[in-house]
Each structure stands twice: as C-alpha cells, then as structure tokens.
C-alpha cells in the first residue's frame, strides 16, 4: 500500500475537530482548505444524526489502493460512530404509530411498487451515481451563485415570500443549513449535467433539427391496442383542426380515451410524426395504445430550453452507461425480484432517465 502524504492524516483530524457541532453546509465548505492541502488525494465526508434537532457526527473517507481508510472523531459525551451501530433496534425502526413500531422489512412490503416500477429503482441509483461523481469532482460555488440558486429554488416552487418559504420549510421539517445543502446539490447536479455534455449539445441539435420541432398535441391513452386504432381512424375522418380537436375531447366520453395536452419534441413521438403537421393524427407503432394529434408545430431553434432538453438526453444516456457498468447490489428482497430490476437498470436505451419533454425531471434529491 502507497504511504498517505506527510501530514494528511493529522491534518484530517484537525479538520474534523474543527467541524465538530457544525451543520453538513459549513463542513462541506471548511472541507475545501483540507482538499487544497492535499489536491491529488480524493476525500469523501458523510455523517450521521441521531435524531431531528441532533448533531452531526462526520466520519471522513479516504480511498487507498487496496481499501478505504475511515477517520472519525467523537467530542467528549458523544457516542463514538462504531457504537451507534451496536443500537440497531433504533435504526430498522422507520416510524412509530400509537407506540407501534413499523421496522425496515415492514416499510419494505408496503413499498413493494419499487418492484414493479423499475423506474424507482433508477432513480435510487443514479442518485447514487451522481452523489459519487460529485465526491470525485466536487462542484463549488461561489456565494453569488449559491443565492442565485436559491432564487431559482424558491421560484421553482412559487415560495415568492419568506413566509411561504418557512411554511414550506416547516412542512419539510427543514432548517436553513439544511436547504442551502439540497439547493447547492441541485444546483451541483446542474453543474454536473452541463460537465456531461460538454459542447455535444449544438452538434446534436445540426444533426437532426426536425427532430427538435416542438408539437403542441393532445395524447389520447386506450385500454389496449384495438381500440386506439379505431380511434385513430374516427379522428382522421375529420379535416379541420377544430374538428379534430373536438373529436378528441369527444373520445374520453365516448371511448373511456386519457385525454391530455402536451409540448413535446418531434423525435419523442417516433418516426411516424417525421412529416407531421398541424391537423395530421399521429398513431404510433410500438406497444404503447396511444394516438397524438398534432394541434401546433414550432421550429426548431437551438434556445435555452431545447439546448437544455438536448443536454438532459446526454445526461441520461451518460447515466445509462454508469448504471451498465455499477455493481449493484440490494439489501433487501428476494433475488427473482432484484435480479429482474438490476437487468431494467442495464437497459442500453437509457428509456428510465428524464424525457427531453420535461427537462426538470432527473432532480436526485440526494445529500
């Protein structure tokens, strides 16, 4: 094993004394004097909290070549980190009813869906994925662009007051420190995204600009295949747009159709929307009983919005290749269901990650 660099490991329990009884946002950022001391050695801080209204305790991870080597410090009267673990009844209990405990395995087989949808699976990795590109290459930012951030946290949510944004706090059970760290996360996240795609968006976008035009539709969903085709037949029977658009909110009264409008690229409906315009009814081919018709049709223009759409679908397909390769591995459940999800984590297509039509889906919520 390659010896650590001269001091490291003193300088590593200085900084952990130093954010004893500090909030996770401070000690993120103190731990960058530590990482300038000792830029080519990659460090991990993590940590723990009792309870609601508890400290923290930081255990600082430092990768070795064959292993990884843990530091931690507990202050005086704290419970030392390898000791909490000795108090496991605590930790399998996920909440308690009228003094009933409900345990892990419980919560577990309520939340069985997370079998059954792959897609929550997904998203439980690439959190984990992204959590750890982010340990690699940390994202820091300035103060300016943390409160732009915030800004742009806030007005995502429509929290345009301070009283808004404490009663949304308060239902979240969050403080300050604890919405500094999931708004600098987001907006690392961002970072990250715009790392990913580098300078592919603009080559993407000349390479196919038909694909980018943007459709204004309405989506008609059908219990199976034999009824949207008929549906499709009916709506193509009319030659107005109006008409069409009548006919369309006729089908969910008649027919039991999902209707909802839609903004969507042109490459999100398939080759078959390749010459669509404005009035033409749109049936895909794939399994899915869906029929689209075609209200509006925008050029494409390489905008904020549709370079950030492109760069989503970058970032995904990137995501897809990291879930490829990760080794997985589940803490629960039986192994024909893990076994069944780890193989959709795999999936080449990348289908689980956001769509381009809705470029703040892929939000990871992870701290």
């Known amino acids: 094993m390659t010896p650590f660099p001269d001091h490291l490991l003193n300088d590593a329990l200085a900084f952990l004394r130093r954010i004893s ?13 530590l990482r300038a001391g000792h830029r080519n050695v990659p460090m991990r801080l993590v940590w723990q909290r009792d309870h609601p209204g508890g400290s923290h305790h930081y255990d600082l991870l430092i990768p070795a070549p064959d292993g990884t080597v843990s530091v931690a410090f507990a ?30 395995e419980q919560a577990m087989a309520v939340l069985d869906g997370l079998w059954g949808d792959s897609s929550l699976a997904v998203r439980l990795v690439n959190a984990a994925l992204v959590e750890q590109e982010l340990e690699r290459e940390p994202v820091e930012l300035t103060a300016e662009e943390l409160q732009e951030a915030m800004d742009a946290f806030r007005r995502a949510r429509g929290l345009l007051t301070v009283r808004a944004t404490r009663d949304w706090m308060a239902e979240r059970g969050l403080d300050h420190a604890a919405l500094e760290v999931i708004v600098h996360q987001e907006a690392a996240i961002a970072r990250l995204r715009r790392r990913v795609a580098g300078e592919d968006a603009a080559g993407l976008f000349a390479a196919d ?12 969903r059908y219990p199976h295949l034999e009824a949207a085709r008929a549906a499709a037949a009916r709506l193509r029977a009319e030659d107005t747009r109006a008409a069409i658009f009548a006919k369309a909110a006729e089908e969910a009264f008649a ?33 899915e009983p869906l029929v689209t018709c075609v209200l509006e049709v925008r050029p494409a223009v390489l905008d904020d919005e549709t370079r950030q759409a492109i760069e989503n679908r970058i970032f995904d397909d990137w995501l897809a290749r990291r879930r490829a390769e990760a080794s997985v591995e589940w803490m629960w459940g039986t192994a024909r269901r893990t076994g069944s999800v780890t193989r959709a984590l795999r999936a080449p297509d990348g289908s689980h990650g956001a ?13």
Do not use: C, I, K, N
């Open 209 to 220: 600009p038909g694909g980018h035009d943007r459709l204004s539709v309405m989506r008609l």
């Open 75 to 104: 202050p005086a009267r704290a419970v030392p980190w390898p000791l909490r673990g000795s108090q496991s009844a605590g930790e399998q209990v996920v909440v308690r009813v009228d003094g009933a405990d409900v345990r892990m």
């Open 255 to 287: 027919y039991g159709a999902d209707v909802r409008p839609a903004l969507v690229y042109r490459r999100e409906l398939g080759p078959e929307a390749a010459g669509a315009e404005a009035g033409d009814v749109v049936a895909g081919s794939g399994p």
């Open 21 to 33: 009884g500090a909030e996770p946002a401070d000690a993120r950022r103190l731990l960058d004097d």
């Open 355 to 367: 769509s381009e039509a809705s470029p703040a889906a892929g939000g990871f919520g992870t701290v």
